[in-house]
C-alpha cells in the first residue's frame, strides 16, 4: 500500500496523536469516568485523520478491521456462547452448588485461609470478581468484624480469592478478552497461566494459614452464612447431578474439544438438568439462556419467597444470557477499529522502532510489557483498552522473539486483571475498597495472589536462559499449533 502519495511520518510528528490519545484514555476514561466505546471511536478518529494526511485512505482501515473482525470472530462467538451459559449454570444450580459448598467449608479456625479458596471458588465458578467479592467476600468481612479479626487480612484474601477466578475462569470477561486481544486460543491460555497462578496461590494459601492460627477456633459467628445456605437448599435442588454441565466443560477442555462445541452442549444439558431437577419450565429455560436468569423463576416454580437469600445473593444469581454479551462484543467492535487506524496511521510503528530495538532478551519484553500494563490499568482503569493497547505495542515484538500468544496473553492478565483493584483511583479499586469497607493500600500488602502474579511472571523470563525456559512458550516448540489455534485463536 506505499506508493508516492503515501509517506512515514517522523518520530516527533508520530508522538503528537499518541500523546492526544493518551490524554483521551486518561482524561475521558481515568479521571472523567466516560464510556470507554466513546473514546475509543474518537481515538481512532484522531488516528484516522492522521493517516489520511500521510496518504493513506479509510477503506485502507476498513480492510483491516474487517480482517481482524475475520480472525476474532470464533473468540466473539465463544463470548456469546459463555452468557448463555451462565445463564443455563444458573437455573440449573449448577454455579448455586458451587456457591452453596464453598460457603459450608468456612471452619472459623482458618477464616483468612478459607476466605481465599472460598472467594477463588465462587469466583472461579461465576467468573467475575465482583460478583463474589460483593456477595462472599462481604459475607466473610462480616464474620472477620464480629469476631474482631484484622479486617485488612481478611480484605486482602478475599480480593486474592475474587481475582484468582476472574483470571483463571473461562466464564470470565477478561479472561475471554485478554486471551482474544494477544490471539490465543482460551484453554491454552487459561493453562499457561497456571505457571503463575499456582506458586502465587500457594504463597498467598501458607501466608493466609500462618496469619489465620491465631483465630479462636470456639468462635461460632456464622448466623450470616448459615441464612444464605439454608436459603439456597431451599431454592435449588443442589444434588450432583448438577455438576454434569461443569463435568463436560472440564472433559471438553482437556480433550481439546473446541471450545464452541463444547460450550453449547454444556448450556443444553444445564437446560435438562434444569427441566428435570429445578421445576424449571421451557420459557424459563430461554430467557435464562438469551435474556439471563433471575432467583424469582426458581422462587415461583417451588413457592419460595427469593428474598430468603439476601439482595447480595440474588445480586450474584440473578446474570448471564446472550443480551448480557452485547457489550462486551461492541467493545470489540470499538477496540477494533482504533486497533485499525492505529495500525494504518504508522504512528506507534515508528515510535517503537526506537524503543524496541532496546528490548534485547526475553526477560526484558516481558518485563517492559508488564510495566505498560500496569501503568496504562493505572491511567484508563479499563482492562479492556489496555489488553488491545498493550498487543498492538509489543504483539509484533513477542512473535519477533518467537515468543508464543499466551506468553503475552498471561503477561497481560498478571500486569492488568489482577492489579487493577490495589490502585484507590481505578474502578475496580474503588468498589473493592467501598465493599468490603478497607482502604486499598491497607489491603494491597495482603492481595498475595495479585501481586504474585507479576513477580512470576517477571522471574520466568529473567531466568529463562537459565531454566531453559521453564513458564515460557516458544512458537517452535508448536509445530501443530497452527491447526489446533485454527479453530479458536484468532
Known sequence: MNDAKTKRPSIGMAMIPIGLAIAIFIIGIGILKYQAELMLIFAGALFALFATFYGRSWEEILVVMGDKIKKALPAILILFSIGMLIGTWMISGTIPFFVYYGLEIINPAHLYVMAFLVTAIVSTCVGTSWGSAGTIGVALMSIAQTMDLSMAVTAGAVVSGAYFGDKLSPLSDTTNMSSLAAGANLYEHIRHMLYTSIPSSIVAAIVFFLMGLQ????????????????????????????????????????MKKSPLIVLFVSALTA??????????????????????????????????DA???????????????????????????????????????????????????????VGSVVAASLVTGFAVINCTSNALVTYFLVQDIYGGVYKKKKLHPVNLSRSMEDSVTVTEALMPWTVSGVFMATTLGVGNFEFLPWAIFNLGGIVFSALYAFLAPVTGGFGIRKLQEEPESGKASSKTAI
Do not use: K, W
Open 271 to 304: 437446560m435438562l438438568v434444569a427441566l428435570v431437577f429445578q421445576n424449571a419450565t421451557v420459557d424459563n429455560l430461554v430467557t435464562s439462556a438469551v435474556e439471563g436468569f433471575n432467583v424469582e423463576m426458581i422462587a415461583s416454580a417451588t413457592g419460595t
Open 307 to 361: 428474598s430468603i437469600i439476601g439482595q447480595d445473593m440474588q445480586d450474584l444469581l440473578n446474570r448471564g444470557g446472550l443480551y448480557s454479551m452485547y457489550g462486551a462484543t461492541f467493545f470489540v467492535f470499538c477496540a477494533f477499529f482504533f486497533a485499525s487506524a492505529l495500525e494504518v496511521s504508522q504512528a506507534l510503528n515508528v515510535v517503537l522502532e526506537q524503543v524496541i530495538v532496546h528490548l534485547r532478551s
Open 215 to 254: 483465630i479462636d477456633s470456639t468462635t461460632d459467628q456464622l448466623a450470616n452464612v448459615d441464612e444464605m445456605l439454608g436459603g439456597l437448599r431451599q431454592l435449588f435442588n443442589l444434588n450432583l447431578v448438577v455438576l454434569l454441565p461443569a463435568v463436560i466443560v472440564i472433559a471438553g477442555s482437556l
